[in-house]
């Protein structure tokens, strides 16, 4: 029997059941899709126009970063329909059973980034477009009116859980879909393809610029990694695995719609109403509204509405949803009560009192650059797995107990560990955005933002060698063996209550 979309989801990271797993691949398309195709995704789609390229050039970079980042996305889909959990309990496999946090914490922090920037953008959105059309005052109270709207429906949504979050989506792909296209017939008078942007030819910021483009664009599908398994964990186990990664990778790829919006409008705005589109202090929604004509402010606060509630619940639900299980104290429904009341505070303290509005756009960048580390070896384990996982041993920590395949070191698996730190810290090292945070290697690529594929590449190379001169215990791969790397036969702990001593099988067979 289908489960009422008005019931309370109680199910936390536990293995989801057979029996309840009705999801289907175009449910996290729908999903995945949904809280990507809102104003926040516009604002970036806005920031190569604020790098000086032209229209060409940026779509160009546009297209390029979305795909990369949706091919990096993709195979993080698989985790949950096979492990019925979410991403971050499935890296127990690879980071230990307490190194798992690891996830849980980029998460959490991922959460906070993003449901503040989708809050703070719909909300000026709205105030803005009530302004024009009916004279509605733009004031801090109102602002902080329309935040306390969007922040309390976002976490009734989550509250009530996967269902509702996915009938509020299927809404929401439809209806912002469609008055994104309707964007066409009100800037189509004013947009010029041939727009050239502020960089002459062979300008030596050119490549600095487009690469930066580019790996703002990648950082939006990358961004979705941790919270993939939450969607996509009630998916029945035997959905033939191409069709799940399909639909991570289309629900990015058509996400060029909201990127497109945000790139043609910001070549208008930069043309027609250039002080909003200061490098300095940019001001895109504002651009936006100052350009459109009034027959459009109802559909712009509109977008508002449906796409900050989209942004926010898939941001939220599933960092409520890890919080749980790392705080035995919590059930769901508490640890997302919690979460978001934590989250609003901050978007009301960053917004009226410490003025991190701009400020939090580079922080989101930085928890990217130290995410996709995490994606890359969670992606190498599950090919040196072969895809093989044990979802009982994943529980451990949840259950609060000790041992298991994926006990390893204490409950930590030092070359996960290592591979993610090392590459993350190396990343960090390598940022390079002007104006708001340059790493102390920033410098040596020619101004060139290398963080992202360095911090990919050098996850890759090091966490192969770490299992490869180091070899995990036999067990950990199944019967089909490693594959590229090698084993050890080390013997793996049993599974034994919190307290109890963690003894191999070896010495618990011979009485020791």
């Given at each position: 029997?289908?489960?009422?979309?008005?019931?309370?989801?109680?199910?936390?990271?536990?293995?989801?059941?057979?029996?309840?797993?009705?999801?289907?691949?175009?449910?996290?398309?729908?999903v995945?899709?949904?809280?990507?195709?809102?104003?926040?995704?516009?604002?970036?789609?806005?920031?190569?126009i604020?790098?000086?390229?032209?229209?060409?050039?940026?779509?160009?970079?546009?297209?390029?970063?979305?795909?990369?980042?949706?091919?990096?996305?993709?195979?993080l889909?698989?985790?949950?329909?096979?492990n019925?959990?979410?991403?971050?309990?499935?890296?127990?496999?690879?980071?230990?059973v307490?190194?798992?946090?690891?996830?849980?914490?980029?998460?959490?922090?991922?959460?906070?980034?993003?449901?503040?920037?989708?809050?703070?953008?719909?909300?000026?959105?709205?105030?803005?477009?009530?302004?024009?059309?009916?004279g509605?005052?733009?004031?801090?109270?109102?602002?902080?009116?329309?935040?306390?709207?969007?922040?309390?429906?976002?976490?009734?949504?989550?509250?009530?859980?996967?269902?509702?979050?996915?009938?509020?989506?299927?809404?929401?792909?439809?209806?912002?879909?469609?008055?994104?296209?309707?964007?066409?017939?009100?800037?189509?008078?004013?947009?010029?393809?041939?727009?050239?942007?502020?960089?002459?030819?062979?300008?030596?910021?050119?490549?600095?610029?487009?690469?930066?483009?580019?790996?703002?664009?990648?950082?939006?599908?990358?961004?979705?990694?941790?919270?993939?398994?939450?969607?996509?964990?009630?998916?029945?186990?035997?959905?033939?695995?191409?069709?799940?990664?399909?639909?991570?990778?289309?629900?990015?790829?058509?996400?060029?719609?909201?990127?497109?919006?945000?790139?043609?409008?910001?070549?208008?705005?930069?043309?027609?109403?250039?002080?909003?589109?200061?490098?300095?202090?940019?001001?895109?929604?504002?651009?936006?509204?100052?350009?459109?004509?009034?027959?459009?402010?109802?559909?712009?606060?509109?977008?508002?509405?449906?796409?900050?509630?989209?942004?926010?619940?898939?941001?939220?639900?599933?960092?409520?949803?890890?919080?749980?299980?790392?705080?035995?104290?919590?059930?769901?429904?508490?640890?997302?009560l919690?979460?978001?009341?934590?989250s609003?505070?901050?978007?009301?303290?960053?917004?009226?009192?410490?003025?991190?509005?701009?400020?939090?756009?580079?922080?989101?960048?930085?928890?990217?650059?130290?995410?996709?580390?995490?994606?890359?070896?969670?992606?190498?384990?599950?090919?040196?797995?072969?895809?093989?996982y044990?979802?009982?041993?994943?529980?451990?920590?949840?259950?609060?107990?000790?041992?298991?395949?994926?006990?390893?070191?204490?409950?930590?698996?030092?070359?996960?560990?290592?591979?993610?730190?090392?590459?993350?810290?190396?990343?960090?090292?390598?940022?390079?955005?002007?104006?708001?945070?340059?790493?102390?290697?920033?410098?040596?690529?020619?101004?060139?933002?290398?963080?992202?594929?360095?911090?990919l590449?050098?996850?890759?190379?090091?966490?192969?060698?770490?299992?490869?001169?180091?070899?995990?215990?036999?067990?950990?791969?199944?019967?089909?063996?490693?594959?590229?790397?090698?084993?050890?036969?080390?013997?793996?702990?049993?599974?034994?209550?919190?307290?109890?001593?963690?003894?191999?099988?070896?010495?618990?067979?011979?009485?020791?």
């Amino acid at each position: 029997m289908t489960t009422p979309i008005t019931e309370i989801e109680t199910r936390g990271v536990d293995r989801i059941p057979d029996a309840e797993r009705t999801a289907r691949p175009i449910d996290l398309f729908r999903v995945s899709f949904g809280g990507a195709n809102t104003f926040a995704t516009c604002v970036l789609g806005a920031f190569p126009i604020l790098f000086g390229l032209s229209f060409w050039q940026g779509f160009a970079a546009t297209v390029l970063g979305l795909l990369v980042g949706a091919l990096i996305l993709a195979p993080l889909s698989l985790f949950g329909p096979l492990n019925g959990t979410n991403n971050a309990v499935s890296s127990s496999a690879h980071l230990g059973v307490h190194g798992r946090i690891v996830g849980s914490f980029l998460s959490l922090l991922t959460a906070i980034a993003f449901f503040s920037i989708s809050v703070w953008s719909s909300g000026d959105a709205l105030v803005g477009g009530a302004h024009r059309l009916v004279g509605l005052p733009q004031n801090e109270f109102m602002y902080a009116v329309a935040y306390a709207i969007f922040a309390g429906l976002v976490l009734v949504v989550c509250v009530y859980g996967f269902r509702f979050m996915l009938f509020v989506n299927k809404i929401a792909v439809v209806a912002a879909s469609a008055l994104f296209v309707l964007g066409v017939f009100a800037f189509a008078g004013d947009f010029d393809p041939s727009y050239p942007g502020m960089l002459a030819p062979g300008d030596p910021l050119f490549w600095p610029s487009f690469i930066g483009a580019a790996l703002i664009v990648l950082s939006n599908p990358v961004s979705f990694g941790a919270f993939l398994g939450d969607w996509s964990r009630y998916i029945p186990a035997d959905t033939p695995r191409h069709r799940v990664m399909a639909a991570a990778f289309l629900a990015q790829a058509s996400t060029i719609l909201p990127f497109l919006f945000g790139l043609t409008t910001a070549s208008i705005i930069a043309t027609k109403a250039a002080e909003y589109m200061d490098p300095s202090a940019p001001n895109y929604v504002g651009g936006l509204l100052a350009i459109a004509p009034t027959w459009y402010f109802v559909p712009v606060c509109l977008i508002a509405l449906i796409g900050g509630m989209s942004t926010g619940s898939t941001s939220m639900y599933g960092t409520g949803l890890d919080f749980a299980s790392v705080f035995a104290r919590f059930t769901r429904v508490r640890a997302t009560l919690f979460i978001g009341s934590l989250s609003i505070v901050f978007v009301f303290v960053g917004r009226f009192a410490a003025n991190l509005t701009q400020s939090i756009s580079t922080f989101a960048t930085l928890i990217i650059t130290c995410t996709a580390p995490w994606m890359v070896i969670m992606m190498l384990g599950y090919v040196t797995r072969r895809g093989w996982y044990d979802p009982e041993a994943l529980q451990v920590f949840t259950r609060r107990q000790r041992g298991g395949r994926y006990w390893f070191n204490h409950g930590w698996n030092w070359r996960g560990i290592t591979a993610w730190l090392a590459s993350a810290l190396l990343a960090l090292a390598f940022v390079n955005l002007p104006g708001q945070f340059v790493g102390p290697l920033g410098d040596l690529a020619g101004g060139v933002d290398v963080s992202l594929p360095l911090g990919l590449g050098t996850a890759a190379v090091l966490y192969l060698a770490l299992l490869w001169a180091f070899p995990e215990p036999r067990e950990v791969y199944g019967p089909q063996g490693p594959r590229w790397v090698r084993a050890a036969d080390t013997p793996v702990p049993p599974i034994v209550p919190a307290g109890a001593p963690v003894v191999p099988e070896a010495r618990r067979a011979a009485g020791v």
